[in-house]
């Protein structure tokens, strides 16, 4: 029962990601490829890793979607919107096919990996929180969630740099028009409160259930985009000091806790077991913070005011 | 044939779908998706790989979050040098490209 669920499930991320791939039209493709970020989150729940099904149901499908979707906006605005047909690449299918025929033969041929190392097990107690992903991802393996959350930035700088000059000091983004008694204003009215609670909570229980700062932090970017769109705030400047804050606030404040943990438990970002909830939770934080306005800001884009007639 | 095979072949499957379409789509926006489809394959594969050891691994789910935000950057930045792109040629394909037939 379980194997049919699984193989009818794979037969429509399978069928739907060639419709992504092999179908006529850029929308189409993107809308396509928005439903596919869903049901490959289904199959994340399957294979029961809930943590990484709500990553990719809100980044993956979400926040991608969101942004191929607007990019596709711009490109109609700019004639560059629909589709550039071809002969198709008998090269580049075979490529594929050698590819995937590759992996498939590498996974019956690696040898079984031996269970989670006894270690693992051992040191979950003293992690510090109930939720092993949590755990990992800051407390064990903090270092990599630590350079996650620079490149964050470093690809917000990139996109600043795409700017033209003269509009440096403009607001970020497309100039938003929202209809006041249209639909966009009452998403505007009733789905950022929901989406903090939802957000916030994600967050607060990412310590001992599925949950944590990045999909935390990302329902939070998406309760500013709707408010954005809805016209409820201006999106801010590049130059803006407050957001600076905020941006980096999250990279700050794990580089502040490995330097304590250098000091007082002698490695860099070695949590003190006494401590470690709560320096976890302080991290998550300000990582949520972090997360939701990066996020967000990437979305937006550089800013692209209208042109004056 | 069990259920972590099936997502194994179905990563397997999508990593081949994804790499197709990067080569072969001409619009700029339509490789960004395909490479889309190639990392979120590679992530189910990676997954299913993770949960062969008979306990939920939770290193391996760690490192796919990472990586699925990292794409979304990794997006973010590509979609805006192809907007950029767009607006400076007037087609959302690259100049090297345009006189294949």
């Known amino acids: 029962m379980n194997l049919a669920i699984d193989l009818a499930l794979c037969a429509l991320i399978l069928g739907i990601a060639v419709a992504v791939v092999a179908g006529r039209g850029v929308f189409r493709a993107i809308v396509f490829f928005i439903v596919y970020g869903l049901l490959v989150a289904v ?9 990484v099904a709500l990553a990719e149901a809100a980044i993956g499908a979400g926040l991608t979607g969101v942004l191929l979707l607007a990019a596709h906006g711009r490109l109609m605005r700019a004639g560059a919107g629909s589709d550039i047909s071809g002969p198709p690449i008998w090269a580049a299918a075979l490529s594929g096919a050698a590819l995937a025929g590759l992996l498939a033969w590498a996974w019956f041929a690696l040898p079984l990996p031996e269970r989670p190392g006894p270690e693992l097990a051992a040191a979950m107690p003293r992690a510090g929180v109930g939720n092993p992903v949590t755990a990992v991802l800051l407390n064990f393996r903090a270092w990599d969630t630590l350079l996650e959350s620079i490149i964050l930035l470093a690809a917000l700088i990139g996109l600043w740099m795409l700017t033209h000059d003269a509009h440096w000091r403009a607001p970020l983004g497309l100039r938003q028009h929202a209809n006041p008694e249209g639909v966009m204003a009452g998403f505007g009215r009733v789905l950022p409160p929901v989406g903090l609670l939802v957000g916030i909570w994600l967050v607060w229980t990412g310590a001992d259930n599925p949950g944590g700062a990045f999909q935390g932090g990302t329902v ?21 000091r407050g957001w600076h804050l905020a941006l980096v606030a999250g990279p700050a404040v794990f580089l502040l806790a490995g330097l304590a943990g250098a000091l007082l438990a002698g490695g860099f970002l070695t949590l003190p077991e006494a401590a470690a909830k709560p320096m976890i939770l302080g991290i998550e934080i300000a990582l949520a913070v972090s997360i939701a306005v990066t996020l967000a800001l990437l979305v937006l884009g550089p800013p692209e005011p209208e042109k004056t007639p | ?9 179905s990563g397997a499957g999508l990593v081949g779908i994804g790499f197709f379409g990067l080569l072969a789509a001409r619009h700029l926006l339509r490789r960004v998706v ?10 189910l594969y990676f997954g299913a790989a993770g949960g062969r050891g008979g306990t939920v691994d939770p290193v391996p789910q760690a490192l796919i979050i990472t990586g699925i935000v990292v794409a979304l950057a990794a997006t973010a930045l590509a979609v805006g040098l192809v907007v950029a792109q767009a607006r400076a040629a007037g087609r959302a394909s690259l100049p090297e490209e345009e006189d294949v037939a």
């Open chain 2, 1 to 9: 044939m069990t259920s972590l095979t099936v997502f194994a072949l």
């Open chain 1, 220 to 240: 939070l970017a998406a309760v500013g985009l709707v408010a954005a769109m809805a016209g409820l705030f201006r999106p801010p400047r590049i130059g803006a």
């Open chain 1, 43 to 51: 199959g994340w729940v399957r294979l029961g890793a809930v943590d």
């Open chain 2, 34 to 43: 395909a490479f889309n489809l190639l990392g979120s394959g590679l992530f």
